[in-house]
Nanobody
Framework: QVQLVESGGGLVQAGASLTLSCAASGRTFSIYALAWFRQAPGKEREFVAAISRTGGRSYYADSAKGRFTISRDNSKNAAWLQMNSLKPEDTASYYC?????????????????????WGQGTQVTVSS
């Protein structure tokens, strides 16, 4: 089992940058595929980005491509979401999610129900 804690959210102006952190505790971090999701008020939780167990592969939602970068450091039990050129439509609560997988398994999913572990979320608000 793994516990996930997000941090780094805040209120920023459009065009600014922000880096979210996901700190993990519990079992060996490197056995988990990781992803970031976000949820705006009144909307469903949506996929933002995913990263493989080793960090060698990543996948982004179209809304995040070219602006966001997902990364991880298994030696620090941590992952990050670097967000640049933020827009008001990026306003949401951002969640870190994890699923334990084997190397032979599918390494990511955009579906919320594929992930077994979730953090409590961190709020990002982008003003225009």
């Amino acid at each position: 089992q793994v516990q996930l804690v997000e941090s780094g959210g805040g209120l920023v102006q459009a065009g600014a940058s922000l880096t979210l952190s996901c700190a993990a505790s519990g079992r060996t971090f490197s056995i988990y595929a990781l992803a970031w999701f976000r949820q705006a008020p009144g909307k469903e939780r949506e996929f933002v980005a995913a990263i493989s167990r080793t960090g060698g592969r990543s996948y982004y939602a179209d809304s995040a491509k070219g602006r966001f970068t997902i990364s991880r450091d298994n030696s620090k039990n941590a992952a990050w979401l670097q967000m640049n050129s933020l827009k008001p439509e990026d306003t949401a609560s951002y969640y870190c999610a994890a699923r334990q997988i084997a190397f032979s398994d599918t390494w990511y999913s955009t579906r919320t129900n594929w992930y077994d572990y979730w953090g409590q979320g961190t709020q990002v608000t982008v003003s225009s």
